[in-house]
């Protein structure tokens, strides 16, 4: 009996076996199917086509943006139609966009970074960029014309600063704050420009270098595209870029009446007022940071809400992910450093319309990206 019991759980075993490698096999074959086709799809698709439809805004015979939005289907399977590709490459020509080489780091007044206003999104300053200077400095595009405040955790202030107190100033708005950088950009549109076409992130004309792979990043980014419904994230392909609402990331934004806006270096930051967007804004309550960017996150909601051209806006940016002085990205499990993987490229304070007219553009350079050069 006992022998019996044995040959059966035997038979048993056997069989789960023979089933067991059977699976394994269909699955390496389904596998081995779908990765062939999947290369196939890879080289007849267009360059850059994503797995999501692109969303852009409507230009008119002049290229200014309409209001208008429509979607263009980028499925690999399927290839993008005609006003997908031209898009794709933005209405600033995208094949002759590229960042000007900045002259060597011994001629930076501020070493170890530079900050450069970009020709290709006709960004001008009145004198020069600076940062931890504690005075604005002065800027303008064919959409916008403003100030910009930088400040940057553990680095000096310009040798040449006007303010005895500049570094005092510094330190106390640091002070029991993890941020590590503040950008305040303050100014007014030239054209009225609807809240949802507005993005801000950073952009790359070459691949970025020595990334893990696809199939370690992407859970990654779509726990990204998770936390924000407009974040655009494309690692991947001939043109890198992040891109998200400016609207709806900005730390705090006040929208005054002009001769009424907030002091750009106040030490206690950009208070929020929205009152003056309208609706929701608008009620005697009040919105809350939290609320404002779910409610601009969401493009529905943000295209009911315009930038005009009468009243002045403050956008107050800062976070503590990106560290300027070492150029690096702080994950808290992991430090990264960005320069190893940027291909000789800045990152930059940008924001831009879905049009591709840029709001404010300047490119922040490293010495480490021009030792990566010289090594490369």
């Not at 429509?70 to 993008?80: E, V």
């Not at 549109?189 to 270098?209: M, N, Q, S, Y």
């Not at 800062?318 to 070492?326: E, I, T």
């Not at 940008?350 to 922040?364: P, Q």
């Amino acid at each position: 009996m006992h022998t019996f019991e044995v040959t059966v759980d035997a038979f048993i075993l056997s069989i789960c076996t023979v089933f067991l490698a059977t699976v394994i096999c269909v699955t390496w074959l389904i596998a081995t199917r779908h990765t062939k086709r999947a290369s196939v799809a890879r080289q007849s698709r267009p360059a850059g086509a994503g797995q999501t439809p692109l969303s852009v805004q409507e230009t008119d015979a002049n290229g200014v943006c309409d209001g208008s939005t429509k979607s263009y289907d980028t499925s690999p399977s399927i290839r993008a139609s005609a006003p997908a590709r031209i898009l794709r490459s933005e209405s600033v020509d995208a094949a002759k966009k590229s960042f000007a080489r900045p002259p060597p780091s011994e001629c930076w007044l501020q070493k170890p970074l530079l900050l450069v206003p970009e020709d290709y999104a006709k960004c001008t300053v009145r004198g020069q960029a600076r940062f931890n200077s504690e005075e604005p400095f002065e800027f303008e595009t064919p959409l916008f014309s403003g100030v910009c405040l930088c400040r940057f955790r553990d680095l000096e202030p310009p040798a040449d600063a006007r303010s005895a107190e500049c570094g005092e100033r510094l330190k106390a708005y640091f002070h029991k704050r993890k941020r590590t950088f503040q950008v305040v950009i303050q100014g007014q549109f030239k054209r009225e420009v609807r809240v949802d076409a507005v993005i801000t992130g950073h952009e790359f004309f070459a691949p970025l270098v020595n990334i893990p792979g696809s199939f370690i990043l992407k859970p990654i980014l779509r726990a990204f595209r998770a936390m924000s419904r407009t974040i655009d994230v494309r690692i991947f392909g001939p043109r890198p870029c992040v891109y998200a609402s400016l609207g709806g990331t900005a730390q705090a934004i006040s929208v005054d009446a002009q001769g009424s806006e907030p002091d750009v270096t106040s030490i206690e930051g950009i208070v929020e007022n929205c009152a003056r967007l309208g609706g929701a804004f608008a009620k005697s309550r009040g919105v809350s940071v939290k609320k404002r960017k779910k409610m601009l996150s969401n493009v529905k909601i943000a295209r009911n809400f315009s930038f005009n051209t009468g009243d002045v806006y403050t956008f107050d940016c800062f976070q503590h992910v990106f560290v300027p002085h070492s150029y690096r990205l702080n994950l808290g499990f992991r430090s990264v450093e960005l320069a190893r993987h940027l291909n000789h490229q800045p990152a930059q304070i940008m924001a831009k319309t879905l049009c591709g007219e840029y709001v404010y553009c300047f490119s922040l350079w490293h010495e480490k990206l021009l030792e990566s050069t010289t090594t490369a």
